[in-house]
């Protein structure tokens, strides 16, 4: 069995100094934006071990097994971060930091990946099964239509808009139920890629894993106390540091393994690796933590600001608009990229 390479182990010990330099930060009252910026660049870091331990530990017991961690833990850093944040009464960076990682994946990842894919493919175009792509925006869509009608009772005024948490809570219990209904399937092998073997011993893995789940855990409780004095000394918007800060330090995995598989020609991976993401966001993440939020200080709801329900509605047009022939142009991609930075602009003034 093959070891860790050593960029790999660089790259663990490099982690571990920076959570370790954020647990400082955080007791040895470090000024604010310098204790937010490590958390975030140690919440990427975790992020990226979680998704290796899982895939590896995932490896040993066959590919249905690794999908289904990887749904289950593979956005751990994101859960705890929407966790605290709830906790601490941070209601807007909840939202935004659930809703951010559905725009960061189906807007920014996937747009890099489609021009990188371009780029690197025949006559100018990454081709991939549509099939893969049609399955994320459905269930992109299921969620979308919950969002939509909460939105348009609160704005109307009507009876229903006086019970919006049971809605959600009733809604993501069901939205759950459609999550397991595709993910079934899907873990018995449908358009799923054969694992390869296994890099690394089973109990190092299930160490690993330990470990960046509960250093996660912690990071996300220091990440979250940051933020408030650090957005409130950089003058950016609660909003902007949940959209697009938290969301791209949570799904820094998505982004790096993805445009890395699309430069190898491998279209059909980066494609399912970042729609599965958006897949499990919108379907099984959001609905989770709207149930979980019961037990804590402030609830989540589907309850969106107007603007967001407009963007999530145009970007999951758009995503399926530009996936559902099986081909994409880089500037398809650009396209997508220029609409998330456009969005990252309306969120500094929010």
């Known amino acids: 069995m093959r070891r860790l390479s050593k960029l790999e182990r660089i790259s663990l010990a490099v982690i571990c100094v920076i959570a370790a330099l954020a647990g400082l930060g955080h007791y040895a009252g470090w000024p604010s934006v310098v204790a937010f910026a490590i958390a975030t660049l140690a919440l990427a870091g975790l992020a990226w071990v979680v998704s290796f331990a899982t895939e590896q530990v995932g490896e040993h017991v066959g590919p249905a097994a690794t999908g289904l961690l990887q749904a289950s833990v593979g956005n751990l850093p994101e859960l705890f971060v929407v966790i605290f944040a709830l906790r601490a009464g941070e209601a807007v960076?909840?939202?935004?930091?659930?809703?951010?990682?559905?725009?960061?994946?189906?807007?920014?990842?996937?747009?890099?990946?489609?021009?990188?894919?371009?780029?690197?493919?025949?006559?100018?175009?990454?081709?991939f099964h549509p099939k893969i792509a049609k399955d994320a925006t459905t269930l992109l869509f299921t969620c979308l239509f919950i969002i939509v009608l909460v939105g348009l009772s609160l704005s109307t005024g009507d009876r229903a808009s006086h019970h919006v948490?049971?809605?959600?809570?009733?809604?993501?219990?069901?939205?759950?139920?459609?999550?397991?209904?595709?993910?079934?399937?899907?873990?018995?092998?449908e358009h799923r890629p054969q694992a390869p073997t296994a890099?690394?011993?089973?109990?190092?893995?299930?160490?690993?894993?330990?470990?960046?789940?509960?250093?996660?855990?912690?990071?996300?409780?220091?990440?979250?106390?940051?933020?408030?004095?650090?957005?409130?000394?950089?003058?950016?918007?609660?909003?902007?540091?949940?959209?697009?800060?938290?969301?791209?330090?949570?799904?820094?995995?998505?982004?790096?393994?993805?445009?890395?598989?699309?430069?190898?020609?491998?279209?059909?991976?980066?494609?399912?690796?970042?729609?599965?993401?958006?897949?499990?966001?919108?379907?099984?993440?959001?609905?989770?933590?709207?149930?979980?939020?019961?037990?804590?200080?402030?609830?989540?709801?589907?309850?969106?600001?107007?603007?967001?329900?407009?963007?999530?509605a145009v970007s999951a047009v758009t995503v399926w608009q530009i996936t559902e022939d099986g081909e994409g142009r880089s500037y398809e991609g650009w396209a997508l990229i220029v609409i998330y930075?456009?969005?990252?602009?309306i969120t500094l003034y929010e």
């Open 199 to 312: 890099r690394i011993a089973l109990a190092f893995a299930l160490v690993l894993l330990i470990f960046g789940g509960v250093a996660a855990g912690f990071v996300s409780d220091w990440f979250v106390a940051a933020l408030a004095p650090a957005i409130a000394q950089l003058h950016v918007s609660q909003a902007f540091a949940g959209l697009v800060i938290v969301a791209i330090a949570g799904n820094a995995v998505e982004h790096l393994t993805g445009v890395r598989l699309a430069a190898r020609g491998r279209s059909d991976l980066a494609i399912s690796v970042v729609v599965s993401s958006v897949a499990q966001i919108a379907a099984f993440l959001y609905p989770l933590l709207v149930i979980v939020s019961l037990t804590l200080r402030t609830q989540l709801t589907f309850a969106l600001f107007p603007v967001y329900i407009g963007a999530l």
């Open 93 to 127: 960076v909840a939202q935004s930091a659930i809703v951010g990682s559905l725009f960061a994946n189906a807007l920014l990842v996937l747009g890099f990946v489609i021009v990188v894919g371009a780029l690197s493919g025949e006559g100018g175009v990454m081709r």
């Open 341 to 345: 930075a456009i969005l990252a602009v």
């Open 165 to 189: 948490t049971a809605i959600s809570v009733i809604a993501a219990a069901l939205l759950l139920t459609v999550y397991l209904a595709w993910v079934v399937p899907h873990l018995r092998g």
